[in-house]
């Protein structure tokens, strides 16, 4: 019995408390993931690469001395005019076209690696790490939690809510759903449906951003940084529901546990089969994901 | 035009050099070194110690009164270039002896052109174990120690520092990395630490905290790790914000702390040690001598690749000196067994492998550089004699 207690406290409960952490980490790459995916209906393959970005320039800012709270506000500002120029200037182009999904697939694909080369050029391909903004720990429970994880499910959590009451709760987010719903309607509503969509194009990418803001400290940063997450993203938008903000949080906190708790049975090397086996079975089962799509709720 | 005039000049200066001595009847080593790509920092230090060993060997009256003279081809670390240019090296140019491949499969296959060609072979970079092993061959030698060595001195210098230690291993999930631990595993086992769980990660782990747990439940002493780059950034990092590293003796590969991590790594690098061949650190007399004329000469710091190909020139000198002669046959026969003086030491080529056999050094990081913390004797770090093929 008291071998069980000493279990659950010292290997279960912080094992599950780290998997919050991450949980929160790969929530907030797959939240601009999830909402361009479901409003757009674009894959967009270079999400990953705007995390490295955001990463970087947080971290060239951060080098000449602007602070880490300033670098929260300044860099998603920074990441959305590119998000905005790659949406007109790119996918809007080839939108229209009768594959559409192929296209931008490939587009977005081609444009993650050439940022990622140009990362690899800039910045060199050493990894570099900005320093933690909050050092210490926290003891929660007799479990020792790093204060920067906890400021991270907590900021996450913030983050999160904003962006559901946005999209669910306010003019700018009905115009997106609206578009998202049925974009001739909305056009003729007069809703301006392509700077919605470039809009909401750019508002996924300063997401983005600001997630390699936020994990720059934990993760570090390299110019192959963008596919850390992606792959997992992707699982959480398809498991979640494409589009679905609740869904997202929902399929990416219940995906990292499930990784966590195996790994303290199988192998690590399984934790991936199982959770694209998840996403297999999701797919086969409820192909629309947990909570469905955005605008359809 | 400029390209074409450098070519030109260089061209001339280099027939002005050398036509001298080589009337005089030099002995010609080739040099077939990565000279371009990612391993050219490797092929830059391989190049300044044997060019600094020849200098002062051609300075002393060369070997046998004959001028040493290098000739030098990239291989871009391409195991077919390498064959290329080692093949015109030995047919061509008509060198008497071939060095400089670093990355172990150019090794492997330079060393079958040798065989070929009736001719000898050395490497003083590549570390993969099977060179001297079950892919030996009677034309290669090594004057570096081998990946076996540097874990032997690891485990050896753990198990001092913490005898019947509980040891947790943690790896990435690949061929390289399973291969360190289990070596690593069981020279700390034959010398009577326990292992007490062992995690394979997957390669570019993101996040290590979710093996924390096994971690945690295993309660070791010291931790053991073979991972690489931007993983052991993480994997350290995260250790030291979870307060795991505390009291815990955490010892890696040679490539798992290294200049191009350390500083991203930055304090949780403390304390983390591994074994080495060389330390520009060692007190002799001759390492001492050794890094002052390499900063003169090339207004940089010697590294293991540096010293070992210093020492190399002086093997093969000591080599032809002994078998007065540069016939393939008398000098493998002088090679074996052979005793000479390094930077590092006094090095012994055994006979049965054609591995060199020398003191091996642990070093840890304090301060953030490499502090040498103790050293084990080149019989204790060798290992078993694993050829069979002569």
């Known amino acids: 019995m008291a071998g069980l207690l000493e279990y659950i ?125 909050i050092s210490g720990a926290v003891e929660v429970m007799g479990v020792i939690l790093p204060t920067y994880r906890l400021f991270l499910i907590v900021i996450g959590a913030a983050i999160v809510a904003a962006v559901a009451i946005v999209v669910n709760k306010t003019r700018l987010g009905a115009f997106v759903r609206a578009a998202a719903f049925d974009r001739n309607m909305a056009a003729s509503l007069g809703v301006p449906v392509k700077q919605v969509f470039a809009g909401t194009f750019a508002f996924g990418v300063a997401l983005a951003g600001l997630a390699g803001v936020l994990l720059a400290p934990i993760y570090s940063v390299f110019p192959t940084m963008g596919r850390d997450f992606i792959f997992l993203a992707f699982t959480v938008v398809i498991v979640g529901g494409m589009g679905s903000i609740a869904g997202a949080v929902v399929a990416g906190l219940l995906i990292t546990q499930v990784q966590v708790l195996s790994s303290l049975i199988v192998s690590p090397v399984w934790s991936d089969p199982i959770v694209f086996g998840i996403m297999v079975l999701v797919l086969v089962v409820r192909p629309q994901g947990l909570f469905g799509r955005l605008g359809h709720a | 035009m400029t390209r074409t005039a450098f070519i030109l000049t260089s061209m001339f200066a280099a027939t002005a050099l050398t036509v001298p001595a080589a009337a005089a009847d030099s002995i010609k080593i080739g040099v077939v070194t990565p000279l371009s790509g990612t391993y050219t920092p490797i092929g830059q230090q391989v190049k300044w110690g044997l060019e600094l060993a020849t200098k002062e060997v051609n300075a002393a009256g060369g070997i046998m009164g004959r001028q040493v003279e290098l000739t030098f081809e990239d291989e871009e670390a391409n195991p077919s270039v390498a064959v290329q240019k080692a093949e ?92 360190t631990v289990a070596t690593f595993k069981k020279t700390v086992e034959g010398l009577g630490d326990e292992s007490v769980g062992e995690v394979f990660a997957p390669l570019d782990s993101k996040d290590y905290t979710q093996y924390f747990g096994q ?39 040679s490539g798992t ?130 050829c069979k093929r002569f």
């Open chain 1, 9 to 133: 406290q010292f290997v279960l409960a912080p094992q599950m408390i780290t998997g919050l952490a991450l949980g929160v980490a790969v929530v907030l790459v797959a939240l601009g993931l999830t909402i361009i995916f479901g409003l757009l209906d674009v894959i967009n393959m270079a999400h990953g690469e705007f995390y490295a970005v955001g990463a970087y320039v947080a971290l060239a800012l951060g080098a000449s001395g602007v602070s880490f709270w300033l670098l929260l506000v300044m860099v998603p500002l920074i990441m959305v005019p590119v998000g905005y120029a790659v949406e007109r200037g790119l996918i809007q182009r080839v939108f229209n076209a009768p594959d559409r999904h192929v296209t931008t697939l490939l587009l977005t694909f081609g444009l993650g690696l050439v940022i990622e080369e140009a990362l690899k050029i800039v910045f060199g391909p050493n990894t570099q790490r900005p320093p933690t903004p």
């Open chain 2, 88 to 179: 015109k090296l030995f047919e061509v140019q008509k060198v008497d002896f071939l060095t400089g491949t670093v990355n172990s499969g150019s090794t492997l296959a330079v060393g079958q052109t040798a065989e070929r060609a009736g001719k000898l072979v050395a490497t003083t970079v590549s570390f993969a174990d099977s060179i001297t092993g079950d892919k030996c061959s009677p034309n290669v030698f090594r004057v570096n120690a081998r990946a076996g060595q540097q874990s032997a001195a690891l485990a050896a210098w753990v198990v001092k520092q913490k005898p019947k230690a509980k040891v947790f291993f943690l790896g990435p999930d690949y061929e390289m990395g399973r291969s």
């Open chain 2, 215 to 253: 971690l945690r439940q295993a309660k070791p002493e010291v931790l053991c790790t073979s991972v690489a780059g931007n993983d052991t950034v993480r994997l350290l990092t995260q250790m030291e914000d979870f307060g795991l590293a505390k009291n815990l003796l955490i010892v890696g590969a």
């Open chain 2, 257 to 386: 702390v290294t200049s191009q991590n350390i500083s991203a790594i930055g304090a949780a690098a403390e304390g983390f040690g591994t074994g080495v061949g060389y330390s520009t650190q060692i007190e002799t007399a001759e390492n001492k001598k050794f890094v002052e004329a390499f900063k003169a000469a090339n207004k940089a710091d010697p590294d293991l690749y540096g010293a070992d190909s210093y020492g190399l020139i002086y093997f093969y000198k000591a080599a032809v000196e002994k078998a007065k002669s540069t016939e393939t046959d008398k000098v493998r026969e002088a090679m074996r067994g052979l005793e000479w003086m390094t930077p590092q030491g006094k090095k012994t080529m055994r006979a049965g492998d054609h591995q060199a056999i020398q003191p091996m050094y642990v070093v840890r990081v304090t301060n953030g550089q490499f502090k040498i913390v103790g050293d084990i004797s080149g019989e204790e770090a060798i290992g078993a004699d694993d």
